[in-house]
C-alpha cells in the first residue's frame, strides 16, 4: 500500500514493509522536517489577490498552513483594504504577527475568525470549522514588562493598584470615562485654582455635599430646586420659592434692605402694618384693599377705610345747608352743592314730580329694576313695541335666552329657551295658524287629527287603529327603489286582493296560508295555474308542459299518467301504491317500479338500499352489486375503450387510479412492503415503489430508445446535496470546499465546475481527490468532474476526479 498522509499536518504515514532502503529520505523529508515546520515553521504571506490569500496544503512536503508562525506582509502595496487569510477547515494553531497596513482576518473558507489589526500579533487556533482567539483568559499572574496596550474592553476583577506615574483616563474630551463604583479618598487636584470641574459646554448634573461648600464666586446663574432653601445663621432665616412665579424671603423679626432706593416694578402686598416717615409719591392708582368699583375712601377718624355709597348711614330729612357732592361740567372737578340749589335748578328746569307726568321718558342707562316687577292695575296689558322691523330681543347670559310662562298662582312655570350658542343656530319658529291649539313636543303624548306629512320619516311608528289611503287605488306601501323589509300579521291575519276582496290570502295559525277556494295561483296567464276546483283536490295545469326538478318526488298515494312521462329526478314510491294496468309509456308501481319500454331519466336514479344490486340481461347474469359506504363491484369483467378517473385519490387509498388536471394520471397503492407494484404478463415484477417513500426501483435492464436526460441542479458553494439530484453546476464567487451531503453507496454523477476567478479550491476530509487534481482545478477554467461514493458517510468515501481544463 502507497504512503498515506495524516490528515491535520499532512505528515507522511509509511506503511510497513514500504520505503525498503529509504526510510532516512522519507523521516528526515516527509516527517521531521514538517513537523519542525509545525512546530517552529515561520511561513511569510505576501502574495494577495484581491485583499485575500489562502494558505497552500500539501502532503508531506513544505506548505503554507502547516507552519506555526505566520508573517503577513505586504511590500508591494497590493491591499487596498481590510484582508482575508483563509486557513484549512482543520484543527491547527498560529501566531499571526500583522505586519501589512491593513486590518486582516484570519478564517476558515466558510467560517468566523480573528480581526487582528495593523502591526498586532495574535495567537489563534482553528476548531476544525471557525478561528478563533487562542488566549481570553490566565489563571494565574501575568505580568508585563513593558507597554500593555487593550485595543478593546479591559475588565479587571479585583483591587487594581497604580503606583507612581502619570494615570491618563481618554485621550480625547470626547472619550466616556465610566466610574461604576464609589471613590473612598479625597479628590485634590494637582495644582491650586488651575483645572475645571466641568466646562461651560459640560456642566455636572447634581453636586450633593454633606458639609461646607468653599467657593471663590459663582460665574454663572445658580438654580435652586423647587422645595429647597437658602438658609443664613439656622433654619428660620431663609430664601425661597415657596410657589412658581414667587420669591420668599423670610425672617424671624426684621428683615433690613440697606440701599438709597428700592425700585420695585411690580405690586407691592403689605400684611401688615406699614410705618412711612416720608412723603409717599404715586405714579399710578392708589388701590382700595379689595379693589372694589364705586366705593369712597372715607376717614373715620383714626384710619381710612373702603366705603360704598350705599353703606352710609343715611340723613332721614334734608336741611336747607345740607349739601351734596357734585361733578362741575365746566371744568371744576368734584364740588360740592346746597340743596337749595338743587330744588333751585330744578324748579327752573320743567322739574317734574313723578315720572308719569313725563308723556315722552327715555332711559340714559339700563333700566334696573332693583328686585321690583313691572305691574300694571284694572286688568291692564303689558305692550312691547318695537319701532318698525325692530324686536324683542331676550338676552343671554351664563344660559341662553329665556321667557318663563308662570301658572296663575306663580307656583311653577314653563320655560322657554332658545338654542345654546354651541348649536350655532339662527332662524324663525312661526306659531301655527287657525284656531286656538296646544303645542306637542318631542316628549308629550299628544293625538294628532287631520294632519298631512310629506315625505315623513317614521322610526318604529306604533299605529292605533288602521293605515287608509286617502283614496281607493291612490297609494302604494313602499315603491320600486325603496321596499319594506318584513310583513308581521298576526294569528288569522288575512292579506285581501280587489275592490270587492274576492280573493283572500288567510293565515292559518301554526299550518300555514290559505287561498280562498274559487282563486287560483297565477303563472305567465291564466292556462298555467295551480288551484283547488274541488274539495281534496289540486289542480296543477300548464298549456305544454309541468317540470318538476328535485332531487326527491315523494307520492304517498295513486299517480294516474295518461301519456308519456319524463322522469328528470328521482322518482319513489312507498311500498303500499296499488298496481295499475301496463301499456306503451304508462307507469306501474306495485311497490316497485316496472317499465314496459325504455326509462329516459334526466337526472339521478336513486336505489336507496345499503345491498343494492343492478342487475342486467334476462337471466341477470351481469351484476352491479352496492356494499355500503364502500364500493361497487361488478362481478365479470368491466371493459371500456377508455377509463377516465374524476378526482385525485386520497392518502389513505388501498389501490386507486386518480387524475388532476396538473399531474395527469395518478397510481396509488398501501402495500406493507411496496406501495405500487408493476408485472408483466408471467406475473414477474418489473418495476416497484418501496412503501411510504419516493423510491423507483427496476428489477432488470433499462433500455432507453430515445435520450436519457438527467436533472442538473446549480450548486455554486461547492456543497453538493446529493438527495437533490445526481448531476450538478458549480460557479466559483470565491474560494471554496468540495464537500458531499446526503451520499448513498454506490451513487455516482458529473459536475461541471467553472473557477470564476483563480478561487482555490480545498476538499472536505470525506472527499479523496489528488492534490494536484486541487491545484490545477484551483486556476480558472472550465473542467468536468466525475464522483463515485463508496459509502455512505466516512473520510476518503467519495472519489473525485477530473478533467484538464476545457476552456
Known amino acids: 500500500m502507497a504512503t498515506q498522509y495524516s490528515t491535520l499536518l499532512k505528515i507522511a504515514l509509511p506503511t510497513q514493509g514500504e520505503l525498503s532502503g529509504s526510510w532516512g529520505n522519507v523521516v528526515n523529508d516527509n516527517i521531521t522536517k514538517m513537523v519542525e515546520e509545525a512546530i517552529a515553521g515561520t511561513a511569510t504571506i505576501n502574495t494577495w489577490s484581491t485583499n485575500s490569500a489562502t494558505l497552500s496544503t500539501a502532503n508531506g512536503t513544505t506548505a503554507e498552513s502547516r507552519n506555526a508562525i505566520l508573517n503577513l506582509t505586504d511590500t508591494s502595496t497590493s491591499l487596498s483594504g481590510a484582508a482575508t487569510v483563509i486557513v484549512p477547515t482543520l484543527s491547527k494553531t498560529f501566531i499571526v504577527k500583522n505586519g501589512t497596513a491593513q486590518t486582516v482576518t484570519v478564517k476558515t473558507s466558510s467560517g468566523t475568525g480573528v480581526a487582528i489589526t495593523a502591526g498586532e500579533t495574535c495567537f489563534v487556533y482553528c476548531d476544525g470549522t471557525n478561528v478563533v482567539e487562542a488566549v481570553n483568559r490566565v489563571a494565574g499572574n501575568f505580568d508585563i514588562g513593558g507597554n500593555l496596550t487593550v485595543a478593546g474592553n479591559a475588565t479587571v476583577t479585583g483591587t487594581t493598584t497604580f503606583n507612581g506615574g502619570t494615570i491618563t483616563l481618554g485621550d480625547a474630551n470626547t472619550d466616556n470615562i465610566v466610574f461604576g463604583g464609589e471613590v473612598d479618598s479625597n479628590i485634590i487636584p494637582d495644582d491650586d485654582g488651575a ?55 423670610d425672617a424671624d423679626t426684621e428683615v433690613e434692605i440697606t440701599t438709597t432706593t428700592v425700585d420695585l416694578n411690580g405690586n407691592l402686598d403689605v400684611s401688615g402694618t406699614s410705618t412711612l416717615t416720608g412723603n409717599v409719591t404715586l405714579g ?21 377705610e373702603e366705603k360704598a355709597v350705599g353703606d352710609l348711614s343715611e340723613i332721614s330729612t334734608v336741611a336747607n345747608d345740607d349739601v351734596f357732592l357734585a361733578v362741575d361740567t365746566s371744568g371744576g372737578g368734584l364740588k360740592k352743592i346746597a340743596r337749595s340749589t338743587i330744588v333751585a335748578g330744578l324748579a327752573t328746569s320743567g ?107 317614521l322610526n318604529t311608528a306604533t299605529v292605533g287603529t288602521s293605515i287608509v289611503p286617502a283614496s281607493a287605488d291612490g297609494a302604494t306601501l313602499g315603491t320600486a327603489s325603496a321596499e319594506f323589509s318584513d310583513l308581521f300579521l298576526a294569528d288569522g291575519g288575512t292579506i285581501q286582493f280587489g275592490n270587492d276582496q274576492d280573493v283572500t290570502l288567510t293565515h292559518v295559525a301554526d299550518t300555514g296560508l290559505l287561498l280562498n277556494a274559487a282563486s287560483v295561483v297565477q303563472f305567465r296567464d291564466s292556462a298555467i295555474n295551480i288551484g283547488s276546483p274541488a274539495d281534496g283536490d289540486l289542480d296543477i295545469n300548464a298549456d305544454d308542459e309541468i317540470e318538476l326538478n328535485s332531487t326527491l318526488i315523494d307520492i304517498n298515494g295513486a299517480v294516474d299518467i295518461s301519456g308519456a312521462t319524463t ?17 306503451d309509456g304508462s307507469l306501474q308501481t306495485d311497490g316497485g317500479l316496472s317499465v314496459v319500454k325504455d326509462a329516459v331519466f334526466g337526472d339521478d336514479v336513486m336505489l336507496l338500499s345499503d345491498s343494492a344490486v343492478l342487475k342486467f340481461g334476462a337471466d341477470s347474469d351481469v351484476t352491479l352489486t352496492h356494499a355500503a359506504d364502500t364500493s361497487l363491484t361488478c362481478n365479470l369483467m368491466m371493459a371500456a375503450t377508455t377509463f377516465e378517473p374524476s378526482a385525485d385519490t386520497a392518502a389513505g387509498d388501498n389501490a386507486a387510479i386518480g387524475y388532476t388536471s396538473a399531474e395527469g394520471l395518478i397510481l396509488t397503492g398501501q402495500g406493507s412492503s411496496t406501495d405500487v407494484t408493476i408485472k408483466n404478463d408471467a406475473d414477474a415484477t418489473v418495476a416497484s415503489i418501496a412503501t411510504g417513500t419516493t423510491i423507483f426501483t427496476m428489477n432488470d435492464d433499462v433500455g432507453v430508445s430515445g435520450r436519457a436526460v438527467g436533472h442538473v441542479t446549480t450548486d455554486n458553494d461547492g456543497s ?35 473557477n470564476g476567478s483563480n478561487h482555490t479550491i480545498s476538499a472536505h476530509a470525506d472527499v479523496a481527490i489528488n492534490a494536484d487534481v486541487l491545484t490545477t482545478i484551483s486556476a480558472s477554467g472550465t473542467y468536468h468532474l466525475a464522483y463515485y461514493c463508496s459509502a455512505a458517510s466516512g473520510n476518503n468515501t467519495i472519489l473525485v476526479s477530473a478533467s484538464a481544463a476545457l476552456t
Request: glycine content about 8%; aromatic content about 6%.
Open 567 to 583: 322522469v328528470g329526478g328521482i322518482l319513489k314510491t312507498d311500498d303500499t301504491t296499488e298496481a295499475t294496468s301496463t301499456t
Open 284 to 304: 399710578g392708582q392708589l388701590r382700595m384693599p379689595d379693589n372694589t368699583a364705586s366705593k369712597l375712601l372715607i376717614a373715620d377718624g383714626t384710619s381710612y
Open 351 to 457: 322739574a317734574i314730580a313723578n315720572v308719569v307726568e313725563d308723556s315722552t321718558p327715555q332711559l340714559g342707562g339700563n333700566l334696573d329694576m332693583n328686585g321690583n316687577d313691572i305691574v300694571t292695575t284694572s286688568n291692564a296689558t303689558i305692550d312691547l313695541a318695537p319701532n318698525g322691523t325692530g324686536t324683542v330681543v331676550v338676552r343671554g347670559n351664563t344660559n341662553s335666552g329665556r321667557i318663563v310662562f308662570n301658572c296663575e298662582s306663580n307656583s311653577h312655570g314653563q320655560t322657554l329657551a332658545s338654542q345654546p350658542h354651541s348649536a350655532a343656530v339662527t332662524n324663525t319658529m312661526l306659531l301655527p295658524a287657525g284656531s286656538s291649539s296646544t303645542l306637542v313636543s318631542l316628549i308629550s303624548t299628544d293625538t294628532l287629527t287631520n294632519k298631512t306629512l310629506t315625505s315623513p320619516v
Open 720 to 754: 453538493f446535496d446529493l438527495a437533490v439530484g445526481n448531476d450538478f453546476k458549480c460557479t466559483t464567487a470565491g474560494n471554496l470546499t468540495l464537500t458531499f451531503t446526503n451520499a448513498a453507496a454506490g451513487q455516482s454523477g458529473n459536475i461541471m465546475f467553472i
Open 195 to 249: 483645572y475645571d470641574l466641568g466646562s461651560a459646554s459640560k456642566e455636572w448634573k447634581d453636586i450633593y455635599i454633606d458639609g461646607s461648600a468653599y467657593i471663590d464666586g459663582l460665574a454663572e446663574d445658580m438654580l435652586v430646586a423647587t422645595d429647597k432653601k437658602i438658609l443664613f445663621r439656622d433654619s428660620a432665616i431663609f430664601i425661597n420659592s415657596s410657589a412658581d412665579g414667587q420669591l420668599d424671603i
